[in-house]
């Protein structure tokens, strides 16, 4: 168990993206401000295509402000790097990293109680966002690709509140693993088809990394 603090507090709608591929809510901006959360994420927050964003599994989206350091050393000072939201996320804050949150972890942030639903998959916003042809390759190459909460208590949250992890998942499944078998191709290894098994029945699991993971395992 472990407490850190929000850093920052993000929220966006969907705005001009790309001229041939719509819109998106990507370009998230901070607030300075208590925000309500419920079952669909922060008051005043959209997604613009509620068929593969958003919904009760990824409700809110948290990326690791440590991984801002860590991208700069792989790409240099780029503008989207210079501070949180550069990923689109509506969470920032460090200790949370992909290697220590486990999914079924849930944390208290000021008076809302949420909990890890899955990793964050990347799509190619990622390239057109920072207009970098392998940004998502790369976010899928070094794993770090943030990770979703699910609302299970409705509350308010603010900058600078604490975070505190008030109970723990199963501690073999960190998000980091969770997507390096679901994503990184880790599931065509062995002891992945095996490890695909139990993390298909893993009830605090999104329902959708659920299905992949039984696809993975049925089409392997």
């Not at 079924?104 to 390239?127: H, M, N, Y």
């Not at 078998?181 to 095996?194: D, F």
């Amino acid at each position: 168990m472990f407490t850190t603090r929000l850093d920052a507090l993000l929220i966006g709608t969907p705005q001009p993206f790309h001229p041939l591929r719509g819109m998106s809510s990507m370009a998230r901006r901070p607030v300075d401000h208590p925000v309500a959360v419920g079952p669909l994420g922060l008051a005043g927050d959209e997604v613009a295509d509620p068929a593969v964003h958003g919904g009760p599994d990824k409700a809110v989206h948290f990326y690791p402000a440590e991984h801002y350091a860590a991208w700069r050393a792989d790409i240099g000072d780029h503008p989207r790097l210079a501070a949180p939201g550069g990923f689109g996320e509506n969470l920032s804050a460090t200790g949370l990293t992909e290697d220590r949150v486990c999914i079924g972890d849930r944390f208290r942030i000021g008076t809302a109680l949420v909990e890890v639903s899955q990793g964050r998959q990347p799509c190619w916003k990622l390239d057109h966002h920072f207009g970098r042809p392998a940004m998502a390759a790369d976010v899928i190459r070094t794993g770090r690709g943030g990770l979703y909460f699910r609302v299970i208590q409705n509350g308010e949250i603010a900058p600078g509140d604490t975070i505190e992890q008030v109970a723990a998942g199963p501690s073999e499944w960190t998000v980091g693993r969770v997507f390096g078998l679901l994503i990184r191709g880790g599931h065509k290894s062995p002891e992945g088809q095996a490890a695909l098994t139990a993390l298909a029945a893993l009830p605090m699991l999104a329902e959708g990394w659920q299905r992949r993971a039984a696809k993975l395992r049925m089409t392997h």
